[in-house]
């Protein structure tokens, strides 16, 4: 917990307490000033100009982010008494004498003003909760949320983004996540929610969540269900998500999650348990799981957190989800070493290994190294060339193979088999001495995890190498030393 943030709890529970109450006079009186309130807080230039008014008053709660600048004792006092006054404003608000949503507008703009960190909504007494009438009123605002996507500027819109808009908006219509998250990127950094949309989540989230869970259910676009999930602290959005029935709120709050800048690299152990039991969850719709798949788990090294939640909720899930999740993988051959997305891939199926049981760990590591076997290094393109021993993203699951459903003998036949094709490179015909090389350096690719079940058994250390190599028992004559470079 931050100085800031035991400063805010502090004033929050002195607030609770009977006292003088200090309304923001001049914030009040420039609110009013607008015919229309809601729409000037959705205003950038106009919402600045409320905030400049309340900070005319208490421009000191401004300064009290600072780290190491303790409120002075008068101004300590003066935020108790705003705070005071928000909450009994909060508690007694009604429809029928807000009309046009003045001292709503005013009331967020404080709520703006003073959440400095992440205890704000949490150390705000019950009371405010108890105001039925706000919480509907607020749900209601939130479930008919729209984005209205306008050009920026006063000249013709570019051509490129019109086309974008138009193929969010249908991929939206059509529920493809997989298009939906390509073209999302293109916007994520141009459009954010307003002040009052943070404030209202932030509140029913804390007061009424069976209200946001209904007010979200009802949410038609995958942009306002990003920007819900965006509002939200980690934890929380995957709370709502795992709540919530709408599958554009199941898909933000994940997206938002896993994709914040700077990606996280794990996270939290409450976060990962709802996130497992999400993906749970949308593993026994196989469309889109394997949507999600695509998504998040093509390149696995893009996101990280999701690798230990992800294996978990894997050792549960349905064969038709195992499957879909090892076709997801994108495969490309690489000679670096350590490589991050095997590395990503490891740390997800060690998860599953620990908790999966034999049937489900046997079919995953059988079906990945069929689909490698299939692949085997791309050799099927004709401009693929190998130059060196390479690895591929699924070499976690092949020592797995070979370690659970082969015994010695079987992995002894399939090395002996490699070496007797590795003997006949040499007397073979190649279209030039690259394909020479790549097939000889592909066999011995196809070698390396073999090797490394017999090595890793013996010496007891983890299925995935990071650097050391392996190569048939067999002398190899100091021509097809020099000819294949082998060190």
């Known amino acids: 917990m931050t100085n800031v943030d035991e400063l805010l709890l502090g004033v929050l529970r002195e607030a609770a307490e009977p006292g003088d109450a200090l309304a923001p006079f001049g914030l009040l009186l420039a609110v009013a000033g607008h015919s229309d309130p809601i729409r000037a807080l959705s205003d950038i230039d106009q919402a600045n100009a409320l905030f400049k008014a309340f900070a005319k008053e208490f421009g000191f709660v401004r300064s009290a982010r600072i780290p190491g600048k303790p409120l002075d004792i008068e101004d300590r006092k003066r935020l108790i008494a705003l705070i005071r006054w928000l909450i009994r404003e909060l508690s007694q608000w009604r429809d029928h004498d807000d009309l046009q949503r003045c001292k709503l507008v005013a009331l967020f703009v404080v ?41 920026r500027g006063r000249g013709p819109v570019p051509i490129w983004e019109e086309e974008s808009v138009d193929a969010l908006k ?20 141009a459009l954010f929610p307003n002040v009052l949309q943070v404030q209202m989540v932030r509140y029913l ?52 999650t896993l994709s914040t800048h700077p990606k996280p690299a794990q996270l939290l152990p409450r976060e990962q348990q709802l996130l497992t039991k999400l993906l749970l969850k949308i593993a026994n719709e196989s469309s889109r799981w394997d949507a999600w798949m695509r998504v998040f788990n093509s390149y696995p090294l893009r996101y990280p957190a999701l690798q230990v939640p992800l294996g978990r ?11 879909t999740y090892v076709d997801s993988i994108n495969l490309h051959a690489t000679t670096a070493k350590p490589e991050g997305s095997r590395r990503c891939v490891a740390e997800c199926l060690r998860e599953f290994k620990e908790t999966a049981i034999a049937e489900h760990r046997k079919f995953v590591w059988t079906y990945a190294h069929e689909r490698w076997l299939t692949w085997r290094f791309d050799q099927a393109s004709r401009d693929s060339y190998l ?44 279209e030039s001495l690259s394909c020479c090389l790549t097939q000889w350096n592909c066999l011995l690719s196809q070698f390396q995890p073999f090797a ?4 890793a058994i013996q010496s007891g250390e983890d299925w995935l190498t990071e650097t050391r190599t392996y190569r048939p028992s067999a002398s190899v004559s100091d021509y097809l030393t020099m000819m294949f470079r082998i060190n």
């Open 111 to 151: 709520t703006q003003s003073c959440d400095l960190g992440d205890v704000f909504w949490s150390g705000l007494p019950d009371g405010p909760g108890e105001n039925a009438e706000l919480g509907a009123t607020l749900e209601k605002m939130i479930s008919t949320s729209k984005i209205e996507f306008r050009s």
């Open 205 to 256: 989230y804390r007061f009424g969540f069976d209200r946001i869970v209904r007010a979200v259910d009802n949410v038609h676009q995958t942009p306002v269900a990003m920007y819900i999930a965006a509002v939200l602290s980690t934890e929380q959005r995957l709370h709502l998500a795992n709540s919530s029935n709408n599958p554009r709120v199941q898909f933000s709050c994940v997206h938002q």
């Open 313 to 323: 909720a894997l050792a549960t899930a349905p064969i038709a989800a195992l499957k």
């Open 452 to 455: 490394r079940a017999d090595y």
């Open 170 to 189: 249908q991929a939206d219509e059509q529920g493809n996540w997989v298009e939906i998250a390509e073209k999302w990127h293109l916007f994520e950094n």
């Open 387 to 430: 130059f060196g021993i390479n690895w591929s993203q699924l070499d976690y699951a092949l020592v797995a193979y070979a370690v659970e459903c082969m015994d010695e003998d079987a992995r002894e036949k399939t090395k002996e088999a490699i070496s007797s094709e590795l003997g006949l490179v040499e007397t073979t015909w190649h």
